[in-house]
């Protein structure tokens, strides 16, 4: 009964409909406080479990993996947002903010080496206008509000508000895929995903992953990528925790500096088609230092400026572009990688944090920080692992009716 509550839990969007859920289908009456109560409870007991395994893990207390190991793996990082209020205050809402989760995503893969690259061409979802477009548009509204730091949002753009191509006139032609087409991009095996999420920093995070990561025997695969969407602190528990894994940047996060660049220079629909498809196709083939020198010369021929620009000016928007590529350059040789069968994007991290949002994240949902939020996202991240571990867990935790206990040897007395 137990593992019904707690799953309902984690799958619903709140305590309450879970309960309402436990009551229609399961013919179970509870309320949603006592819902709540016990989900927090599991959700600590994952906690402390996680935290016992890190420590384990850095401090060299490491039991031996189990787990043959995969022949590929995958670990992709990134951040969510969810909303947290203060705990301990009473009834209602204080203290909210916007606080930040760290989502990891473990996959064990499979796929071929090459000697040559499998996939030459960029895929036609990144040569039809329309559906670029819309990419584009999405990932920056999952950012929300454009931060001082980044590229303007294209609705800001005037350009941007001009429909694109129609779909078809600038795609690459249909053609037959060949044999190594087809067995690129790497496929998931059997239980391929585990999850790691905390709402602690990501100095924290690392060795969480890392410990996951070993307990999967993911140290002894021969290859290996761990891929994220640029940001610096990536590359940071790269260097310090995943040094055998090949670093790639996401692909679809390359594309779209690329995309609203073309968009801030261009005075034509059509002209922003063309620098961004060339762009494009040059970094999907490895070419990124082409693709810097080009935004280089642009940038000399429009001319230095002392002093801070509006990030929609060209000059400024060509800086932030120039820098990201600069600063990953290193991380985005697409074509080596896909001849070793790597993966080239993060969109399984991207999707997961998605199914994470799914559960934490709504109008008017807060979260008490930090027990009730990080509770909750390890209910939530055993739920989205392929390995069953939140029923293995509740089945086989201290007082579980299904426990199997060892049996005690009592000596006799003198």
């Known amino acids: 009964m137990l593992n019904k509550i707690v799953q309902a839990a984690g799958q619903v969007k709140s305590h309450r409909l879970a309960a309402v859920v436990l009551g229609v289908v399961g013919e179970i009456a509870i309320s949603g406080r006592h819902v709540n109560r016990l989900t927090e409870g599991i959700g600590t007991e994952l906690e402390e479990k996680r935290d016992r395994e890190t420590e384990d893990y850095v401090h060299h207390r490491r039991e031996e993996p189990v787990a043959p190991a995969p022949p590929l793996v995958a670990i992709g990082l990134d951040g969510g947002r969810l909303m947290t209020r203060e705990s301990g205050q009473g009834p209602g809402v204080h203290g909210e903010q916007w606080k930040e989760e760290k989502v990891a995503c473990l996959l064990a893969l499979e796929a071929n080496t090459f000697t040559a690259d499998p996939h030459p061409e960029p895929p036609r979802c990144f040569l039809d206008a329309p559906q670029v477009d819309q990419l584009v548009r999405d990932i920056q509204s999952r950012h929300g509000p454009r931060q001082e730091n980044e590229l303007p949002q294209l609705a800001e753009l005037s350009l941007g508000k001009a429909p694109p191509p129609p779909a078809g006139g600038n795609a690459a032609p249909l053609e037959d895929t060949d044999s190594d087409e087809r067995a690129w991009?790497?496929?998931?095996?059997?239980?391929?995903?585990?999850?790691?999420?905390?709402?602690?920093?990501?100095?924290a995070f690392g060795p969480m992953v890392a410990a996951e990561a070993w307990r999967r025997n993911f140290p002894a695969a021969p290859r290996g990528a761990l891929l994220g969407d640029g940001a610096p602190w990536i590359w940071k528990?790269?260097?310090?925790?995943?040094?055998n894994l090949t670093p790639v940047v996401d692909f679809v996060h390359a594309l779209t500096y690329l995309y609203v660049t073309a968009t801030v220079l261009a005075a034509s629909v059509s002209e922003r088609w063309q620098m961004y498809v060339a762009w494009m196709t040059l970094c999907w083939q490895g070419k990124v230092c082409q693709v810097i020198e080009d935004l280089e010369a642009r940038r000399e021929r429009l001319g230095s400026f002392e002093g801070k620009l509006p990030p929609t000016d060209p000059r400024e928007a060509l800086r932030r572009t120039l820098t990201y590529l600069k600063n990953n350059a290193s991380r985005m040789n697409y074509s080596e990688y896909?001849?070793?069968?790597?993966?080239?994007?993060?969109?399984?991290v991207e999707s997961l944090i998605k199914e994470v949002n799914y559960r934490v994240k709504g109008t008017e949902k807060f979260w008490d920080n930090p027990e009730g939020a990080e509770a909750i996202l390890q209910v939530r991240a055993a739920q989205l692992s392929d390995d069953d571990r939140l029923s293995d867990y509740i089945a086989s935790r201290p007082g579980s009716a299904s426990r199997r206990r060892a049996t005690r040897e009592h000596g006799q007395a003198a």
């Open 237 to 243: 528990q790269q260097e310090k925790w995943f040094k």
């Open 338 to 348: 896909r001849k070793q069968g790597l993966p080239v994007s993060s969109s399984m």
């Open 185 to 203: 991009p790497p496929k998931r095996t059997t239980n391929a995903r585990t999850c790691v999420a905390t709402m602690q920093d990501c100095e």
